[in-house]
């Protein structure tokens, strides 16, 4: 199966208990690139409790750091929100970056400056059912060239109450329109959890066949 850049970003936010014990790492982080002449807030997850006040790319020119928040902290590994803002002429390539605090300095990871990107819009709800096990929406893309493929991923995720429901679909593109289908999250819950609200929060981004990441979209729903 081939794997995309949205995919890589899923399978990077899973726990990674195998590193609790170990060295400072970055475990995860999304969305997994830098636009060019974009300001872009990186959700970045490191293990253990180290307080974490910089984060710092090689080469760094065009790269500016602009606040660094505390998102959570769960099974040993601590998440955070990075206000990052590239310059329109930086040009495209790899850079590595390195997390770093007061007690810790992370091993460094690699992130993409992208040459070009797809941009999505118009996103909306057609169905959103409690009765159903799935949830559909669609939104427009467009992108200069057209790399966009018929089955872009879909990275999603849906905030109902409790932890958030993240996943990977793969959508359907036809005349500009993306159709996806994710799971209900009623059907994903684990025994006990506390109900879900009705009204949710979406949020998306989707991938053309180059792995590069559009911009985000969100919106609001109601499950009826």
């Known amino acids: 199966m081939k794997v995309t850049g949205l995919l890589v970003a899923l399978l990077c936010l899973a726990p990674a208990a195998a590193f609790a014990q170990g060295p400072p790492v970055i475990e995860g982080f999304y969305p997994q690139q830098l636009v060019p002449g974009q300001t872009t807030v990186i959700h970045l997850g490191v293990n253990g409790r180290q307080q974490m006040?910089?984060?710092?790319?090689?080469?760094?020119?065009?790269?500016?750091?602009?606040?660094?928040?505390?998102?959570?902290?769960?099974?040993?590994?601590?998440?955070?929100?990075?206000?990052?803002?590239?310059?329109?002429?930086?040009?495209?390539?790899?850079?590595?970056?390195?997390?770093?605090?007061?007690?810790?300095?992370?091993?460094?990871?690699?992130?993409?400056?992208?040459?070009?990107?797809?941009?999505?819009?118009?996103?909306?709800?057609?169905?959103?059912?409690?009765?159903?096990?799935?949830?559909?929406?669609?939104?427009?893309?467009?992108?200069?060239?057209?790399?966009?493929?018929?089955?872009?991923?879909?990275?999603?995720?849906?905030?109902?109450?409790?932890?958030?429901?993240?996943?990977?679909?793969?959508?359907?593109?036809?005349?500009?329109?993306v159709h996806a289908t994710i799971p209900n999250p009623r059907t994903q819950q684990k025994a006990g959890a506390e109900p879900l609200k009705n009204q949710c929060e979406l949020e998306i981004r989707a991938s053309d066949s180059k792995n590069a990441d559009s911009n985000t979209l969100t919106t609001t729903l109601e499950f009826k």
């Not at 605090?101 to 057609?126: D, F, N």
Request: contains cysteine.
């Open 53 to 177: 006040t910089g984060l710092e790319f090689t080469p760094a020119d065009g790269i500016t750091v602009k606040n660094i928040t505390t998102n959570d902290t769960r099974q040993n590994q601590g998440w955070w929100d990075v206000t990052i803002e590239v310059a329109k002429e930086v040009a495209p390539g790899h850079r590595m970056m390195v997390a770093t605090g007061p007690m810790l300095r992370t091993a460094p990871r690699p992130v993409m400056v992208p040459a070009q990107v797809p941009h999505i819009s118009e996103l909306k709800i057609v169905s959103a059912l409690i009765s159903r096990a799935t949830l559909e929406f669609q939104f427009a893309i467009t992108e200069t060239p057209n790399v966009i493929g018929d089955a872009p991923g879909v990275f999603y995720m849906l905030h109902c109450g409790g932890e958030p429901t993240v996943g990977l679909a793969h959508g359907k593109l036809a005349n500009g329109v």
